[in-house]
């Protein structure tokens, strides 16, 4: 009887689901979901947002979680001012003329999906020993504006 117990658990512990889809709320009712917060190594996870303001470019990445009051930084894909990679995107529905092109633009109600790439390591930092997070925060046109910064953090296995 001890080893068909025994066994139940360990399968139950084998057959445990994958970490569900989390969403958080925004200070200004804007909400970020992400497919999931435990993710291997290379791992393109789903983040989607709605009721973000049209008004503010944001920059959606993977980074390390800061110091409170401080950005995100350092990132996957630094600051993407080229429109290129999947680890950081910057969106924008009115971005300078120079970001024509590169930016992708919210969808009508403040909406976005995109597919991150997320890595076990951000230059020097170790995501498996320091926290890591799918971000959102305020772009470079707003580089000290701490209003739009968002933090789901993720578990790389």
């Avoid at 512990?13 to 925004?26: E, F, L, R």
Wanted: glycine share 12%; proline share 6%; charged share 20%.
């Amino acid at each position: 009887m001890k080893r068909v117990v025994a066994l139940g658990i360990a399968l139950g512990v084998m057959t445990a689901a994958p970490a569900a889809a989390v969403s958080i709320t925004g200070a200004s009712g804007q909400i970020l979901s992400v497919s999931s917060t435990t993710a291997k190594s290379g791992s393109l996870l789903t983040v989607t947002g709605k009721r973000f303001d049209e008004t503010v470019g944001i920059y959606l990445a993977f980074c390390v979680v800061p110091k409170k009051g401080e950005p995100p930084t350092p990132c996957g894909g630094g600051v993407n001012k080229a429109g290129m990679g999947e680890a950081s995107f910057w969106i924008s529905s009115n971005p300078p003329p120079y970001a024509t092109g590169i930016v992708d633009e919210f969808s009508p109600g403040g909406g976005f999906t995109q597919k991150v790439r997320v890595s076990k390591r951000i230059g020097k930092f170790d995501c498996t020993k320091v926290k890591c997070a799918i971000t959102v925060r305020a772009d470079h046109l707003r580089s000290s504006d701490r209003s739009s910064d968002m933090f789901i953090p993720i578990k790389i296995k």
